[in-house]
């Protein structure tokens, strides 16, 4: 079994802020990555995913995220936040295997102010 | 390309009732994947159906069911309803095999 913690339910942070949203996870076999975001009453958008290859991982709307396999971390960052980045965002695992489920985190709530 | 598209937006039933959620997948997507979000307990693995098949299943209990279309549309269906059943019910679809989950707007279900 796996499981998802991050490690900042809350997170802060002025307009053109740098910004680290921290995910560890646990996991007994090979897993892919994932993180999503999720707008006020709105479902999950896919920011970016690490399946295999290089262990950083670019995204969309300028977001990127490493895979340390040795801290088992998929930690997401951006170099300058907009208020527009305000939202929920969600790490997630599954195994590699297909059709595998997803194991979320408990999410982070990133709040950019100006 | 339309997305993954759930019915209806929002539903209000009372205790003990039934609720039936729908869920249509992306064009060319074999998979289904059922997810509920409820306050203070994150976002839970419900089922996955694959090919008309229930594939795999969640820690919930029996009556949370549901079922796969030949088209692979899906539904969710819960029975004899509790207050906290309440929460936003998404659906999320994928390729055969694929380990892309693509997600719908998902529906509120609300039991009072």
């Known amino acids: 079994a796996q499981s998802v913690t991050q490690l900042d339910s809350q997170v802060p942070v002025f307009e053109e802020a740098p910004v680290e949203l921290r995910c560890n996870y646990s996991?007994?076999?090979?897993?892919?990555l994932f993180w999503y975001v999720q707008y006020p009453n709105q479902g999950l958008q896919l920011l970016l995913k690490?399946?295999?290859?290089?262990?950083l991982v670019k995204g969309i709307n300028g977001f990127e995220a490493e895979f340390n396999k040795s801290q088992t971390s998929f930690h997401l960052r951006k170099p300058s936040v907009h208020i527009s980045d305000t939202a929920e965002y969600f790490c997630?695992?599954?195994?590699?295997?297909?059709?595998?489920?997803?194991?979320f985190g408990e999410g982070t709530q990133l709040t950019v102010n100006p | 390309e339309a997305g993954v598209t759930q019915s209806p937006t929002h539903l209000i039933k009372t205790r003990g009732q039934q609720a039936t959620l729908r869920c249509s997948p992306i064009s060319g997507h074999t998979s289904v994947y059922w997810y509920q979000q409820a306050l203070g307990l994150g976002l839970q693995f419900l089922l996955w159906?694959?090919?008309?098949?229930?594939?795999n299943r969640g820690n919930f209990p029996p009556r949370f069911s549901g079922r796969q279309f030949p088209n692979y549309s899906s539904e969710l269906n819960v029975n004899a309803l509790e207050l906290e059943d309440s929460a936003l019910y998404l659906c999320?679809?994928?390729?055969?095999?694929?380990?892309?989950?693509?997600f719908g707007p998902g529906t509120r279900l609300t039991v009072l």
């Open positions: 997630a695992v599954s195994e590699e295997t297909s059709g595998s489920r997803l194991t």
């Open positions: 159906y694959d090919e008309g098949e229930e594939r």
């Open positions: 996991s007994s076999v090979s897993v892919y």
């Open positions: 999320a679809s994928s390729l055969w095999g694929g380990n892309e989950q693509f």
């Open positions: 690490y399946l295999s290859g290089s262990t």
